[in-house]
Each structure stands twice: as structure tokens, then as C-alpha cells.
T-cell receptor, first 114, second 114 residues
Framework: DGGITQSPKYLFRKEGQNVTLSCEQN?????MYWYRQDPGQGLRLIYYSQIVNDFQKGDIAEGYSVSREKKESFPLTVTSAQKNPTAFYLC?????????????FGSGTQLSVL | AQTVTQSQPEMSVQEAETVTLSCTYDTSENNYYLFWYKQPPSRQMILVIRQEAYKQQNATENRFSVNFQKAAKSFSLKISDSQLGDTAMYFCAFTANSNYQLIWGAGTKLIIKP
């Protein structure tokens, strides 16, 4: 079955540590996105990519980095510069070319600070 | 700035009743798309319904329908014959034709009581 796989489901970060969240899709989608979800707030866009080897910053990119070396994969690194990383992180993908396409979401990663 | 507002943080209704969730948005764009996404306790985000701004007819998906009032910039979701499985967070989202980014509301927590 086609879908988006995020791993791990839960992740703990120590002070000063970088951690990487995995996102893989087999939907043959061109566009991929990373969102952050905090309690009581809507989703906020961290980074997005519309094509391999290219990505753009979203509204809250500071303290995060991404890569898009393969169409299927869009890993997110939460760096030590992100001072408040505790949140639920959602990866999504969509077709590119038609605006208004629905997003397909992964099941998310809950990141907590030890 | 484009914004999406969901004024009801939480609602609860009895099973089989009809419930309406409200959403208002602000934009100067004329062509755009509106969405309702559902996030059940599993935390996976699922598309419920989608509306294109240039279509006057309100979108319908089985028990879910919208009341789209373009002039009032209002996009409410009606759930008929509510079921226990409808218990979830519901998010309203908007994207304009000028970009691929989704703007999200803060969500409404809907509880269906048996």
C-alpha cells in the first residue's frame, strides 16, 4: 500500500544534541513538507520541497535543517539551535502542479527533551 | 496577512446529532482552496472535505458538508448523524492560488458522546 512512513514514533533529545526525524513516501509525490504541531495551535510549516535537491524555508525554519537527495525521502534534523524542540512533527506529501491538492500525512513523531 | 480562525476550541454533542464547526478566514486573493482535516486520537491527519473558491456549489462527502460563504469569508463544516468515530480535532485550512502553502486554524476538539 502507498503511504508515508515516519520514524521513530517517539524521540528524546538531550541538551545540545542534534536529532533526525525520518520521512519516506512511496506515493511518487513530488512535494514534501514538514509541519510542527504544538498543543492548542494549528500546524506550522517548517520546510517544504517541490523537487529533488531543492527546498524552501517555511514560517519557522530556524533551528531546523532538511535534505532532499531522493524523491522518496525528506529527513528533518532538529539542531541544538532549536531551543524549544518539544512538539509533534508531521511529514506530508502531495502532487505538484495543481494547487489545492490534498496532503497525505504520516503518523507523526513526538519529540521530547530529556 | 492570510489567517484562519476557528472560534470554537471544543464542542460536544450526542451521537446521531448534527453539529456545525465554524471557520473564518482572511485573504485578499480571489482564487483559493479551503479544506477541513480531521485528526483522531491516533494523531494521523486525514482530509475530510475540500472546497474550491470559484465553485458556488457547497462540497459534500457523505455525512460531511460545508457552508461556504465567500463574501463573508466563512467556511463551516456540518457533520450529520454524528458517530463516535467522529471524535477528533478538526482543522480548517486555506491555500491561495499564488502559493502552495497551507494556512491552518488552531483546531476544534469535537467529542461525540454515546
Amino acid at each position: 500500500d502507498g503511504g508515508i512512513t515516519q520514524s521513530p514514533k517517539y524521540l528524546f533529545r538531550k541538551e545540545g544534541q542534534n536529532v533526525t526525524l525520518s520521512c519516506e513516501q512511496n506515493l511518487n509525490h513530488d512535494a514534501m513538507y514538514w509541519y510542527r504541531q504544538d498543543p492548542g495551535q494549528g500546524l506550522r510549516l517548517i520546510y517544504y520541497s517541490q523537487i529533488v535537491n531543492d527546498f524552501q524555508k517555511g514560517d519557522i525554519a530556524e533551528g531546523y535543517s532538511v535534505s532532499r537527495e531522493k524523491k522518496e525521502s525528506f529527513p528533518l534534523t532538529v539542531t541544538s539551535a532549536q531551543k524549544n524542540p518539544t512538539a509533534f512533527y508531521l511529514c506530508a506529501s502531495s502532487m505538484v502542479g495543481t494547487r489545492g491538492e490534498k496532503l497525505f500525512f504520516g503518523s507523526g513523531t513526538q519529540l521530547s527533551v530529556l | 496577512a492570510q489567517t484562519v480562525t476557528q472560534s470554537q476550541p471544543e464542542m460536544s454533542v450526542q451521537e446521531a446529532e448534527t453539529v456545525t464547526l465554524s471557520c473564518t478566514y482572511d485573504t485578499s486573493e480571489n482564487n483559493y482552496y479551503l479544506f477541513w482535516y480531521k485528526q483522531p486520537p491516533s494523531r494521523q491527519m486525514i482530509l475530510v472535505i475540500r472546497q474550491e473558491a470559484y465553485k458556488q456549489q457547497n462540497a459534500t462527502e457523505n455525512r460531511f458538508s460545508v457552508n461556504f460563504q465567500k463574501a463573508a469569508k466563512s467556511f463551516s463544516l456540518k457533520i450529520s448523524d454524528s458517530q463516535l468515530g467522529d471524535t477528533a480535532m478538526y482543522f480548517c485550512a486555506f491555500t491561495a492560488n499564488s502559493n502552495y502553502q497551507l494556512i491552518w486554524g488552531a483546531g476544534t476538539k469535537l467529542i461525540i458522546k454515546p
